[in-house]
């Protein structure tokens, strides 16, 4: 009886044992996930980390930024001050001074010629002038244009291929031709003949 107390002592005892070990060896299964986690190359992954791979054949993407063409354009500006040694008649694109002018508008010069003294003539560079009507760079005045006013005989052109297109390189000649004056004929002028006719009837 005693023997078979022992016995069961011994095996209550093995079973515990048994219990213990399979406790000491069961793992968290967050913590196999962890351990599973795969380290870049060259690298390492603490401890709970995770990675991801990017797909492959592919990468971070810059979109390429939108570019607009400018509303100015820079041109050369300078006027003549009839002094032998003055720069702005022989002017190059590197010359210093410039002022922004309006794309649309382009750039100009100006040859102004005294009618009663030939030997009077001044060179101008910049925007387009008001009081000619140059608000807009078109085909037909990028070719040398002339008109006389005042005992002054103004020709001029302008660009707008390039920045500071308006150099010597623009050439007047004084010899450009002549723009025809718009005929404008007043509504009174107009009534007034009108009137005339039908009296005449």
Request: with cysteine.
């Amino acid at each position: 009886m005693f023997a078979v107390k022992r016995l069961s002592v011994v095996v209550l005892f093995i079973t515990a044992m048994a219990t213990v070990g399979e406790t000491a060896t069961t793992v968290d299964p967050t913590t196999a996930a962890a351990a599973a986690t795969t380290a870049p190359a060259g690298g390492t992954v603490a401890p709970g980390a995770t990675t991801t791979a990017a797909p492959a054949g592919t990468g971070p993407t810059t979109a390429a930024p939108a570019t607009t063409e400018s509303p100015w354009i820079s041109c050369l500006h300078c006027n003549d001050s009839g002094w032998d040694n003055d720069t702005c008649p022989d002017a190059t694109n590197t010359f210093g001074t410039t002022t922004l002018c309006p794309r649309t508008e382009g750039c100009w010069a100006y040859r102004e010629e005294n009618t009663t003294d030939s030997n009077d003539i001044k060179i101008h560079r910049g925007c387009g002038r008001g009081d000619l009507n140059d608000a807009s760079c078109t085909d037909a005045k990028k070719t040398e244009n002339c008109a006389t006013a005042n005992g002054i005989k103004v020709c001029r052109r302008c660009c707008m291929d390039a920045a500071k297109c308006n150099h010597k390189d623009l050439t007047l000649t004084g010899q450009g031709s002549f723009a025809t004056p718009t005929a404008h004929v007043s509504t009174v002028v107009i009534m007034t003949s009108l009137i005339m006719a039908v009296l005449a009837f």
